[in-house]
């Protein structure tokens, strides 16, 4: 900043007139902005259980504007869902249960979230606030989430760089890529989070975050400290947003997730986005719409709720080209009563690159993880794989199918060995498959399952082979 010539015509240096005016820069550049003198707001005209009105913001209002509102139970915050001639709609975060006819209600335009790279290790809620009960968190350069998009089709990386997760039903049968955005579909209870914090594990992630959406309260604690552990939880963010939060705070979870993760991935990190679940935050937007106004198409859903899904996933991906950064995204489907073709299910399967369907009949038989080989796909598996990995993959998918297609024939004693040379060499090797298939969070990753197969395979097959020199 350059001293005016008055100043220096009435003696002052030049010098000091720039550190006089440095510091009464900021000042001014404060006050500039007049919605920090006279802040433009309205009253709230009519409450409901999930949503209010306040008449006096529509002029200056924008969907996804965040407003404050003001009672005698002090200060809360709410988003602008929709905009009328007259009035606004406010879905509140923390409910509206203190909000009452003729409180105050500020605009303070639109959501705005700071990440810095010391968040690595801290819990926060949807808001990005600390819940852990650790310091204040640091913030870094500002961003608004309302205007995050994804990089440009063209403008993207090519995805083709494989990497081990260390499960080794994954790494076989489904390889994943970084950059690649995966499914796990499941029904409850069939071991969807645990296999989650098994891919979260993964070494090769410089920064993982993980969105956990409607999870129950009381499992939050357990999953980051014992499932996720101390030591991965050192490089991991997790964002909050349990059952018994409003559908706003759910709703906002996974954003909040995506932009820590956009914000790793832009200073050149390899980050590991896993979020669960989405059915739970295609459930959010289904309650914020219907309270809008907004008329169901398909099983309840509103058409708002199908716009919003590729919005969020189309996000994660590999970064511009020249960067080296990427976000690998995990996402978890809870299927409605195990309908692998419900809406929500049939809409993430065509957006993402590929999923891992979890079987309650591989749970029966007591195999974990419960991944079916023959009905999980990775579309970039052919990036990953060797031209003898892949015909060898193919092969395995070959037995696994004659073996689980003739099980009730098996089981009914019809099977006579020797008539079949397929079948017979199906029956003998499946189950050692199987074996090898089977991993627990406590048993060490694998860093060549195809190795630990044929070591297996071998070993069962000839015993005598395998005994150490």
């Known amino acids: 900043m350059n ?34 003198i006279v802040r433009r707001g309205g009253r709230i005209t009519e409450v409901s259980a999930t949503h209010y009105t306040v008449r006096g913001l529509s002029d200056t209002a924008r969907l996804g504007d965040i407003v404050e509102h003001r009672s005698k139970a002090g ?28 409180d105050a209600v500020f605009n303070c335009g639109p959501f705005i979230i700071a990440p810095h790279a010391t968040w690595r290790g801290r819990a926060i809620d949807s808001l990005a606030r600390p819940i852990d009960g650790g310091s204040a968190l640091i913030q870094g350069d500002p961003c608004e989430t ?24 994954i790494d076989i049968f489904t390889p994943i890529c970084f950059g690649q955005r995966l499914g796990v579909f499941a029904g409850s209870g069939v071991g969807k989070s645990t296999l989650l914090a098994m891919l979260a594990s993964a070494e090769a992630f410089d920064t993982v975050v993980v969105a956990l959406v409607g999870e129950r309260g009381r499992e939050v604690r357990e999953f980051l400290e014992d499932t996720i552990g101390a030591e991965s939880m050192a490089k991991t963010v997790a964002v909050v947003a349990t059952s018994d939060e409003s559908a706003m705070m759910r709703r906002r979870a996974p954003d909040t997730a995506m932009r820590v993760a956009e914000y790793f991935r832009d200073r050149g990190d390899r980050v590991l986005l896993v979020l669960d ?30 716009t919003d899904l590729p919005k ?3 996000r994660a991906g590999p970064g511009v080209e020249g960067a080296s950064g990427s976000v690998t995204a995990i996402i978890s489907v809870l299927v409605d009563g195990d ?47 060797s031209e003898d990995e892949r015909m060898l993959v193919t092969r395995l998918k070959s037995m696994i199918s004659r073996f689980e297609d003739t099980r009730d024939i098996r089981l009914l004693g019809a ?55």
Do not use: C
Request: without cysteine; hydrophobic residues 40%.
């Open 3 to 36: 001293a005016t010539p008055a100043a220096v015509e009435m003696g002052m240096p030049p010098l000091q007139v720039e550190n006089r005016l440095a510091i009464l820069e900021p000042a001014y550049r404060r006050f500039a902005d007049e919605r920090t």
């Open 75 to 102: 200060t809360r915050r709410g988003e602008i869902v929709r905009i009328g001639a007259h009035e606004v709609l406010i879905a509140p975060f923390e409910g509206s249960n203190d909000a009452g006819v003729g």
């Open 146 to 169: 309302a205007d995050a998009t994804p990089p440009a089709a063209l403008a993207r990386q090519r995805v083709g760089t494989a990497f081990k997760t260390g499960v080794r039903v």
């Open 277 to 306: 679940s989405i059915t739970r935050f295609a459930h959010a937007l289904r309650e914020v719409a219907i309270g809008t106004g907004e008329p169901p198409i398909a099983r309840g859903y509103p058409a708002s709720v199908f």
């Open 312 to 314: 969020l996933l189309e």
């Open 339 to 385: 309908d692998h073709n419900d809406p929500v299910a049939d809409s993430v399967r065509g957006i993402l690159d590929g999923h891992i369907v979890l079987d309650r009949a591989i749970v029966e038989q007591g195999r974990y993880p419960a991944v079916n080989p023959l009905s999980s796909i990775s579309r970039l598996a052919g990036k990953a794989w």
């Open 415 to 469: 099977y006579q060995p020797g008539a079949d040379a397929e079948l017979d060499t199906a029956v003998r090797q499946v189950p050692l498959v199987y074996e090898v298939l089977m991993q627990t969070p406590a048993d060490p990753p694998s860093p060549d399952p195809l190795a630990d197969l044929a070591r297996h395979l071998r070993a069962k097959e000839n015993p005598h082979a395998a005994q150490p020199n």
